[in-house]
């Protein structure tokens, strides 16, 4: 068996978030999802039109073209002003000759009681007929969100997949000794703060449904495990035994969390009811166990065990009854599983030649390959449709939230901020 020191095995537990040191201080489509960021749909965008003197807020045909092009799917154009026609058969001879997939076009203007009317026409461009149409009145705060409704609806009418501009994710932000837990739009854009400590806060994860999400935290010393509820803003801790509490993950349910517990003198995995009570244990192992993670029908957990010598990812009946399947054999270190959307492709952290990098493996095949070049690559995780993978890197020297395709073939950093950046994780649509 992999003996472990102390501090090796507390990045081990919490899933190679944050390193010991800072402790102590989908839907069926047509499309394939191979090689996106080489073959993108051409879109135009036209800068929406504005009414008289309105001024609005946010500009939201550049917050749509960043989603598409964010997305890897779509390579856009900004056309400038475009005259705002409501409805009828568009003539767009003009950009025939680009192969356009589409043509956005849109108006924002002010209401009287304060609101703002937004609408938009994605207009196919050899017809000049409308492919999708969609009508908003929103508060001034409620137009980035429109922006990536529409983004969404863009992207759902031109791929059949559907879009995931407006889910939104969770990370770690430290700056000046403090930490944050924040959620975020899918962008990284518009945070605020769950949580806010003095010590540090580890592993979050969302509930299938968004409403709630777990994580560590050291507050009252040893680590602890807590469910917030987002609506309401109030948490409870649901683990809190002897010894190490680490890596929550919601059933698909909602009902009950497998964690990580060492209170019974090992590291093992159990499930306990997100209001707390007592743990039942699944794995009875004298190794490592850690980081489950449940099959999105709930049968199985798919979970990290250096039962094999070293970290491998490994698969078993969520009752914890049977032997569990190696699921990972090319690399002599496997972290921090993350499960598509589908069920076919698992992410994860594998180590390279001593680097720490992101790397997908098929399930039914076996076969797996490495996305990114960096060496601190940390907490991959899928977005809601499964085309994008979110993880936390370092890039010359800096902190970043990076998102990258399947295939590696596309990686773009997020606009977030803070000192350090850590543990991100892609939530529900």
């Known amino acids: 068996m992999l003996k472990l020191g102390a501090s090796k095995f507390s990045q081990y537990i919490v899933g190679a978030t944050f390193l010991v040191a800072s402790v102590v201080a989908s839907a069926e489509t047509s499309i394939s999802i191979n090689g996106i960021g080489s073959n993108r749909y051409p879109v135009a965008v036209a800068h929406f ?64 009681n304060g609101q703002w009317y937004v609408k938009f026409r994605l207009v196919d461009p050899i017809s000049g007929n409308d492919l999708a149409t969609k009508s908003f009145s929103v508060r001034s705060d409620g137009l980035r969100a429109v922006s990536h409704q529409i983004a969404d609806v863009i992207y759902k009418q031109l791929t059949g997949l559907n879009g995931f501009f407006s889910s939104r994710i969770a990370y770690v932000s430290k700056s000046s000794g403090v930490y944050e837990l924040r959620i975020a739009d899918a962008d990284g854009a518009n945070p605020h703060v769950a949580l806010h400590s003095t010590n540090p806060i580890m592993s979050p994860t ?98 990290t065990s250096d039962r094999s010598g070293r970290p491998q990812i490994y698969k078993m009946d969520a009752s914890g009854g049977g032997d569990a399947q190696r699921l990972t054999f090319r690399t002599d270190y496997a972290v921090a599983p993350h499960l598509s959307p589908d069920g076919h492709t698992i992410t994860y952290i594998a180590r390279n030649s001593g ?54 073939s596309f990686k773009q950093p997020l606009q977030v901020t803070g000192d350090v950046v850590r543990a991100p994780v892609w939530g529900p649509n």
Not at 95 to 112: D, I
Not at 236 to 251: C, D, E, I, L, M
Not at 379 to 398: D, E, H, M, Q
């Open 49 to 112: 039109a504005t009414e008289g003197s309105a001024n609005p807020p946010e500009d939201v045909s550049a917050i749509i073209r960043a989603d598409l092009d964010r997305s890897a799917m779509f390579a856009t154009s900004d056309v400038g002003n475009i005259q705002w026609v409501s409805s009828g058969r568009l003539n767009l001879d003009a950009w025939k000759s680009n192969q356009l997939s589409g043509f956005v076009m849109g108006v924002v203007s002010p209401l009287v």
């Open 206 to 303: 969302w509930s299938r449904d968004g409403s709630h999400l777990a994580y560590v935290t050291f507050e009252n010393g040893p680590a602890q495990v807590y469910v917030h509820d987002l609506a309401t803003a109030s948490r409870r801790v649901v683990a809190k035994f002897r010894g190490s509490n680490s890596a929550p993950s919601f059933s698909p349910d909602g009902r009950t969390l497998v964690v990580t517990l060492t209170k019974d003198g090992n590291s093992e995995l159990y499930q306990i009811p997100i209001e707390g009570g007592d743990p039942k244990r699944l794995t009875h192992n004298s190794v490592i166990d850690t980081e489950g993670v449940y099959s999105h029908d709930g049968r199985s957990i798919i979970f």
């Open 355 to 408: 680097a720490l990098q992101v790397q997908v493996l098929d399930s039914a095949n076996g076969e797996s390959h490495t996305l990114t070049s960096t060496r601190d690559d940390e907490s991959p995780s899928f977005c809601p449709n499964g085309t994008l993978i979110l993880y936390a890197t370092k890039v010359s020297g800096k902190s970043v939230l990076m998102v990258t395709t399947p295939d590696g």
